[in-house]
C-alpha cells in the first residue's frame, strides 16, 4: 500500500513563501510520475506542477515562474517550493504518484495566503 504523506502548509502573509513536502512509502522510481495538486473550495483539484521520471516539470500557468517542483529520489521525497505567495493560492494542496494502473493522493495540506 502506497502512502504519500504531506506537509509543511500553514498561514503566511502574501509575498511570503512555504515549501510543501511529499514523503512516498515507496522509491519514487516505482511511479511515473510525481505532482502537486491543489483544491479550492467547491471546485476540483487542479494541477500545479509535476515532475516525472524522465523529462521536463510542468508548471500551470498560474505559478510559473513562483513556484518549483524537486525531488529527491534518496529520500522519496517530492518537494514543492512556493515563492511570491498570493491570496488566490490558498488551497489545499495534495501530492499525486502516478502509475500506469493507479494514482495514489496524500491526505493533503492546508496553504492560507493572508495579511
Known amino acids: 500500500q502506497v502512502q504519500l504523506v504531506e506537509s509543511g502548509g500553514g498561514l503566511v502573509q502574501p509575498g511570503g513563501s512555504l515549501r510543501l513536502s511529499c514523503t512516498s512509502s515507496q522509491s519514487l522510481f516505482s511511479f511515473n510520475a510525481m505532482g502537486w495538486y491543489r483544491q479550492f473550495p467547491g471546485k476540483q483539484r487542479e494541477l500545479v506542477a509535476s515532475k516525472p521520471n524522465w523529462g521536463s516539470s510542468y508548471y500551470a500557468d498560474s505559478v510559473k515562474g513562483r513556484f518549483t517542483i524537486s525531488r529527491d529520489n534518496a529520500k522519496n521525497t517530492v518537494d514543492l517550493q512556493m515563492n511570491s505567495l498570493k491570496p488566490e493560492d490558498t488551497a489545499v494542496y495534495y501530492c499525486?504518484?502516478?502509475?500506469?494502473?493507479?494514482?495514489?493522493w496524500g491526505q493533503g495540506t492546508q496553504v492560507t495566503v493572508s495579511s
Open positions: 499525486k504518484a502516478t502509475t500506469i494502473q493507479e494514482d495514489y
